[in-house]
């Protein structure tokens, strides 16, 4: 599966990865209209509260090599009481933790959500999947943007990969928040090159995705 050249062939291998990734946080904060907005460019005013759980595929052509389809697991606000998180996380290899910079109880609950994530989902080395910290909404904010300190240092303590000001509305960063994930998750990667712990391989069996991993892509 290496890049190169394939064994006699002439034709370049590609490598190509399916990566589950969980979006959670609050009701109303925009999950659904971050994934919106990153895989369809569409942004609604319109309000409806996710039931459960929604799905979303979003192809990457991460380089001349490299194929990337992120599995977007929407995960309903409603859900962070619910037993059903344990089996929406199972075999996640990133996350995206979002909040509301209007609501401030949104972000007290951040931390609720990342626990409830540590708990329910590990990498094959025992480690927490790595989660991103969204501080969604920003262009409603009338006060400023997130004191970048306080939100580096939240992070660090909280063990998030990093953290972006978002908005789904005016399309700000959430390309480059979705990026910055993919790397982290890319380097756990390599970490686990073998079979056995290949976390770009997660042995889903989704209906109705029925998601893949082929290689054929590129
Ligand atoms: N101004 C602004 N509004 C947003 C933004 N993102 C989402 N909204 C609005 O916030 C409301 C809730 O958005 P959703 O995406 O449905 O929120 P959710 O997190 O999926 O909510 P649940 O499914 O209930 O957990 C909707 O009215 C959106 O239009 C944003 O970046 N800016
Ligand atoms: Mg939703």
Redesign the pocket.
Known sequence: MAGGEGAGSGVPECREHLFKVLVI?E???????IIKRYVHQLF???????IGVDFALKVINWDSKTLVRLQLWDI???ERFGNMTRVYYKEAVGAFV?FDVTRGSTFEAVSKWKHDLDSKVLLPNGSPIPAVLLA??C??KKDGSQNPSQMDQFCREGGFVGWFET???DNINIDEAARFLVENILANYKTFPNDENDVGKPKLDLDPLKAESKSQCC
């Not at 009701?27 to 209209?33: A, E, N, Q, R």
């Not at 609604?44 to 996710?50: D, E, G, L, M, N």
């Open positions: 946080g009701l109303g904060v925009g999950k659904t209209s609604s005013q319109h309000y409806r509260a996710t309903a606000g409603q979002v969604n909404k262009d409603q908005s789904a509305k």
